[in-house]
């Protein structure tokens, strides 16, 4: 009798509750999360409440950078800005309400959410000159550079 073959490694196998390949994908997506602490599936969306993760863009200019952030559907009212020991903090929250009757049937519907983005700012920004700016959904802000904090950069030569 020949020997029984070898079974391939567990991570390499699709497992056999009948999702196949999108049942090993779910259990390596589970397992990225639990590894960066998240236990539990993420596909169980019940169990859990995910805070909204603006969007957002650094972009290195000459003089300042320019970091914009996405908030759809809220106001300069509803965000807070911060510096303190060199990062940067947005933060803020959307409530939203509203209320339609219709044929006898009363539609209520709310949206809600806090969100808080910390963002450590690069070492030649002058916090001092920030500004910030709202329209349609977009934060922008300036982060002039300061000239002296250029000027205090330091090569360091490799050797071989």
């Known amino acids: 009798r020949p020997p029984a073959p070898t079974p391939a490694p567990q991570a390499n196998r699709a497992p056999q509750n009948g999702f196949g390949p999108i049942g090993w994908l779910?259990?390596?997506?589970?397992r990225?999360?639990?590894?960066?602490?998240?236990p539990g599936s993420?596909?169980?969306?019940?169990?859990?409440?995910?805070a909204p993760v603006p969007?957002?863009?650094?972009?290195?200019?000459e003089k300042e950078?320019?970091?914009?952030?996405?908030?759809?559907?809220?106001?300069?009212?509803?965000?807070?800005?911060?510096?303190?020991?060199?990062?940067l903090t947005i933060s803020g929250e959307k409530q939203e309400e509203s209320e339609r009757k219709d044929n006898g049937y009363l539609l209520s519907e709310r949206r809600y959410g806090r969100f808080k983005r910390q963002i450590a700012l690069p070492s030649d920004v002058a916090a001092d000159?920030?500004?910030?700016?709202?329209?349609?959904?977009?934060?922008?802000?300036?982060?002039?550079?300061?000239?002296?904090?250029?000027?205090?950069?330091?090569k360091i030569p490799i050797e071989s």
Do not use: H
């Open 26 to 30: 779910r259990g390596e997506i589970d």
């Open 32 to 38: 990225l999360f639990d590894d960066f602490g998240w």
């Open 42 to 50: 993420i596909f169980n969306f019940p169990q859990r409440t995910v």
């Open 55 to 61: 969007a957002m863009e650094l972009v290195d200019g």
């Open 65 to 87: 950078y320019c970091l914009s952030v996405e908030l759809p559907g809220m106001t300069d009212k509803d965000v807070e800005i911060s510096v303190a020991a060199g990062v």
């Open 129 to 154: 000159s920030i500004k910030a700016r709202f329209e349609k959904g977009v934060l922008e802000l300036t982060l002039a550079k300061d000239k002296r904090a250029q000027k205090d950069v330091q």
